[in-house]
């Protein structure tokens, strides 16, 4: 039964590469522009901002839960270091306080998912609401732009040639694997989603585990918040509008489960990927932003039932 579920573990993760591959081949067949190294590194630099998110929602995910909020973090996170930032704050406290709070957000929400009791849709949906009020309070509607160039860096720099924003976020999946793979932590993240009272019966912390698991994710909201203000060179209070349906969608191509206890980083990267392509080579087609939202939902349905039809066979 192991050895079964490891070949469809991977050969989800396979054929999800695989798509991604036949995806970029069109992209190339259609238009001659696709294929470039300027372009698969505007591509790469665009998915970095939702691919860390998607980090964090694989984390909830396979504990079992849904984050609604990872947007609206994103927004409030943001104008909280910008504003900082323009107060002349050095550059590494102000980004430190930034994920201060998206940490504490994400701990909020597994508070109130872990020892409140709430259904995960309904307290991470009460706190995209919150954050997105009081980003716009904070700010009183306002964007906050015009920062230094060494906080600029992190969006304009590179490091042997890669750009900065690429690192983070190879960096970030890659401490994320080694957690989800290679730590008790990881272990108990699966054996929440999978099956919590089991886990409870073998000695795991599940509530504050749990709750920690919702502060990564709030932390790595507001870690794309870094990226996507120095990118701007503005934080909005309106900004990450739908980012945590793109970031959902990008983990659930990736083969995570929306049931639990099941999923990995390396296949939420290769979905974050597939995203970032669809919606460059739809650009590079002329498709307008209403069709492309229309392809994007049904990505996301087909990849639903993709899972489905991988899970049933094992009920």
Not at 221 to 238: D, E, F, G, H, Y
Not at 259 to 273: D, E
Not at 286 to 298: L, N, T
């Amino acid at each position: 039964m192991k050895a079964r579920e490891l070949m469809a573990h991977y050969g989800r993760q396979f054929g999800t590469l695989a798509g991604l591959l036949v995806l970029c081949g069109v992209l190339w067949a259609l238009t001659p522009h696709f294929l470039t190294v300027s372009n698969l590194l505007n591509i790469a630099q665009q998915t970095s901002i939702n691919a860390v998110i998607a980090v964090g929602l694989t984390f909830v995910i396979i504990s079992g839960g849904i984050d609604l909020s990872v947007g609206s973090i994103v927004a409030f996170a943001g104008v909280v270091m910008a504003t900082l930032l323009q107060r002349d704050v050095p550059v590494p406290l102000a980004i430190g306080a930034g994920l201060v709070f998206g940490f504490g957000c994400g701990l909020l929400n597994g508070l109130l998912v872990s020892f409140g009791r709430l259904p995960p849709f309904i307290a991470t949906l009460g706190m995209m609401s919150m954050a997105r009020g009081g980003g716009l309070l904070f700010t009183e509607g306002r964007p906050v732009s015009g920062f230094a160039a060494d906080f600029r860096w992190l969006a304009t720099g590179e490091i042997f040639h890669v750009p900065v924003p690429v690192v983070i976020m190879l960096g970030v999946y890659a401490a994320a694997h080694f957690v989800l793979r290679r730590t008790p932590f990881g272990r108990y993240v699966f054996a929440m989603g999978g099956n919590e009272e089991a886990a409870v019966l073998s000695g795991v912390q599940v509530r504050f585990h749990k709750t920690l698991v919702y502060g990564v994710c709030g932390l790595l909201s507001a870690l794309a918040s870094v990226l996507l203000t120095a990118r701007l060179n503005s934080a909005q209070p309106i900004a990450g509008i739908n980012y945590e349906l793109d970031a959902i969608a990008a983990t659930v191509i990736g083969g995570t489960s929306l049931m639990g206890g099941q999923g990995s980083v390396v296949g939420t990267l290769i979905g974050a990927l597939i995203m970032g392509v669809l919606r460059n080579g739809l650009n590079l087609l002329g498709v307008s932003s209403f069709v492309q939202q229309v392809v994007i939902g049904a990505v996301i349905i087909l990849a639903v039932l993709l899972d489905t039809a991988f899970r049933r066979p094992k009920r």
